[in-house]
């Protein structure tokens, strides 16, 4: 069994190999990595150009896992997504064979996700809550792991189909993908000025067994029953907020605190789950299960600005 | 057992041995401050020692029942949450919980148990303590009683006021009255005629004495049967008497005599 302190080592290599294409970002590469060990799916929102799509191929690839990326579209099809019977007829005769679609990947890339047909939403979200996927009568399972990104574009709201609660709540976290600091921005604007970052060599840090193997030491992680408590009591009170929260979050959100705040621990190479690691993990995981009430909005309050209120009481 | 269950074991009990101490400490003080006011109130010393008792009870469960893994890992921050974790996970085994226990049982040769006492409150609770009980000796040794002035200051006016509000009874008060003359051989002690008519105030010691004041019950009826006296009471002339009084004075008698017979 690997040590939970090489652990550790092996995860700041990660972050060292994908800051060899994505300058910046920091805090979106931990997450993203915390969801994969939690065997989640993560909701991306950020502008465009901020290198969602780069920062998910590079860390696919440090993890050695195959990537397929599916662009949110209004025309887009369930059978686009999850394959479909094409007739075969490379053996002299004519038959069915199944054509999987790009579902069918470790990481896959959903695009704009708030652009496609709530017909399509349906078709990505049942294969991310139960890993596989139904065509006619065959159903078919998805390889582990699996794990769903899907981007959605805070501007440009025309024309789109938001995912509703019950279909937002399916993603372990929601990532806020912000702009690069000055500094960094110049870095970026020099380096990818002069290569190509497809062309960068980078290291293979862990393998498909490696990450089934952490996902389970995620669950084993021990965590202090008083910690356990303060974690559920975080998602409740957003349930008792009614001055700010219309709508609080679900027990999903319990869980899914307690087990982002396991996996941040391991990454950390710690043996335990600190507070903090539950702080840390408030945001992504509250974020896009409250709705604020009408006072928050008056009072111009962000769902981060509700959690974080909640996390000083 | 395993190590780590015998070192949670042994933090359980110093804590518990901990809180029984600095629990009785503080009841003991509590119970002297109350028994001092009693003594000065006439309430007796059984109701300090019954709230003293269940302060006691009340102070040890209220301890006991905090977390005693934090306040060894507020002493000793190397353990910062690690040691909550082991005792909620102890009849857990897999690899990172074996590590942790490990770490943990390493980690705990750094707790000292002089941590958490604190001394100054113990030297300070302990001079309390000595100074009520010199106090309570000392003002036994030399029979300070306030009785009469907490009656006087505090409980009589309380009745005054009660005895306003009900106006329904009225103030019994008795007198025991001497009255001055030549009756020394009657009364028997002369002294006693000084208090001429003042009123005549008996107070009792409790501490001399078995008798209870605070234990005041109702009055009971006893049934009186008067003795069978007769009906006509007179007086005569003895000359037997006339032997025994001296010549001179016989006339004087029989004159005093014939007086208190009319």
Not at chain 1, 107 to 125: F, G, Q
Not at chain 1, 188 to 194: L, Q, R, T, W
Not at chain 1, 230 to 251: D, F, H, M, Q
Request: with cysteine.
């Amino acid at each position: 069994m690997v040590s939970v302190e090489e652990i550790h080592k092996r995860f700041k290599l990660v972050t060292t190999e994908v800051a060899k294409v994505v300058i910046g970002q920091e805090d979106v590469i931990e997450q993203i990595q915390i969801a994969v060990l939690c065997n989640g799916h993560a909701l991306l929102e950020g502008y465009p150009g901020l290198a969602k799509t780069l920062l998910v191929k590079t860390v696919s690839n440090i993890l050695d896992l195959r990537f397929s990326r599916i662009q949110g579209t209004p025309d887009l099809l369930p059978s686009d997504i999850t394959g479909t019977y094409i007739i075969d007829e490379s053996k002299g005769k004519k038959e069915f064979k199944f054509q999987p679609g790009p579902i069918f990947a470790n990481v896959v890339l959903v695009d704009e996700v708030n652009r496609a047909t709530p017909k399509t939403h349906s078709a990505i979200l049942e294969a991310m809550q139960e890993k596989q996927v139904t065509i006619g009568n065959s159903t078919y399972k998805l390889e582990e792991p699996f794990f769903v990104l899907a981007t959605a574009n805070p501007i440009e709201q025309e024309g789109t189909f938001v995912l509703s609660e019950a279909q937002v709540d399916r993603f372990l976290f929601k990532i806020k993908v912000g702009y690069p600091k000055l500094e960094e921005e110049i870095e970026i604007a020099g380096k990818y000025s002069e290569e190509i970052a497809e062309e960068i060599k980078l290291k293979k840090i862990f393998d498909k067994n490696d990450l089934l193997h952490l996902q389970s030491m995620v669950k084993q992680m021990p965590i202090a029953n008083d910690i356990k408590k303060y974690a559920v009591e975080l998602v409740v009170s957003t349930r008792n907020k009614k001055e700010w929260i219309e709508y609080g979050a679900s027990p999903r959100a319990s869980i899914a605190l307690i087990m982002a705040a396991k996996a941040k621990a391991l990454m950390s190479g710690r043996k335990y789950v600190s507070k903090e690691d539950v702080n840390a993990m408030a945001l992504p995981v509250l974020r896009h299960r409250i709705i604020p009430s009408f006072e928050a909005e008056r009072q111009n309050m962000t769902e981060d600005d509700i959690i974080l209120k909640l996390l000083k009481k | 057992m395993q190590i780590v269950e015998k070192a949670l074991g042994e933090i359980k009990n110093f804590f518990l041995l901990l809180d029984i101490g600095n629990s009785l400490l503080n009841s003991l003080i509590l119970f002297l401050v109350l028994l001092l006011i009693s003594n000065f109130s006439g309430i007796g010393f059984l109701y300090p020692l019954i709230i003293s008792l269940v302060y006691f009870a009340y102070a040890l469960i209220k301890k006991h029942s905090q977390n005693k893994y934090f306040e060894v890992e507020q002493k000793t921050p190397s353990l910062n949450e690690q040691l909550r974790t082991v005792a909620d996970n102890v009849n857990k085994t897999n690899p990172i919980i074996d590590e942790l226990k490990d770490d943990v049982v390493k980690k705990m040769r750094d707790v000292k148990t002089s941590n958490f006492i604190d001394n100054k409150s113990l030297i300070l609770r302990v001079l309390i303590l000595g100074g009520l009980s010199f106090l309570i000796l000392f003002l036994a040794y030399i029979n300070v009683d306030f009785t009469g002035e907490i009656q006087h200051a505090i409980i009589e006016p309380i009745k005054e006021i009660g005895t306003r509000r009900a106006n329904t009874q009225e103030a019994i008060s008795i007198n025991i009255s001497v009255t001055e003359g030549n009756l020394s051989e009657i009364l028997g002690n002369n002294s006693l005629a000084k208090f001429k008519k003042d009123n005549l105030q008996l107070t009792i010691n409790p501490l001399l004495s078995e008798t209870d004041p605070s234990n005041i019950g109702q009055v009971q009826s006893e049934s009186f049967t008067p003795p069978d006296f007769p009906k006509e009471i007179y007086t005569s002339y003895d000359v037997s008497y006339n032997e025994k009084v001296a010549k001179q004075n016989q006339q004087v008698v029989k004159d005093y005599f014939e007086k208190i017979n009319r």
